[in-house]
């Protein structure tokens, strides 16, 4: 189970990364060590015995926790660096942004998935490609109908879904005042021509 765990996570990892003019190693060829690892965990051993099946037995459960583990660091590689937990929009139609890191050797296509209050519409960028170590601000469109304090989650992920670093939760502001304040504004404006 352990063994086609860390291969599933492998197949799923692989496709998001992106080829680089200044990297030798393509997609496959960053992540097929890993997978001949595990290949080389599951072999027979050479004679059929208590010991040696024992020390085989060892030398897998290593071995397949050492590839879990690198493809979990992998993961983690790639991450939103959190703005501190509260953020402030300008005004009603400010986007929203963002600074995505990633540190492994090839660039990686990825997607922001954003979860909000239905006052605050977080439009989708699509896939982005982040350059390997190396940093990239996005801008999502944001629409907020509110000016209260408004909680939202934000996950990257790779194209397969893979989910990519740690959530972040943002307690976002606005200074938008939403309707009550167009007719406060139109009033005002109909008692100064009026004066």
Known sequence: ASIRDATELSFR?????????DVEATPERYVAPLREDLLRSVRSPDENSVAV???????????????ST???RMQQSVTILDPGGRYTLASERSPLLLVVRNSLALPIRVRIDTSAPQDLQIGDVGAIEIPANGTRQLQLPTRAGSSEALTVTITLTTSTGLELGTPIRLSVHSNAYGKPLFWVTIAAGAVLVAL
């Open 13 to 21: 990892l692989q496709p998001s990364l992106v080829d680089a003019a």
């Open 70 to 72: 690198t493809l979990q």
């Open 53 to 67: 099946q024992a020390d085989l037995g060892a030398r897998r459960g290593i071995a397949v926790r050492a590839v």
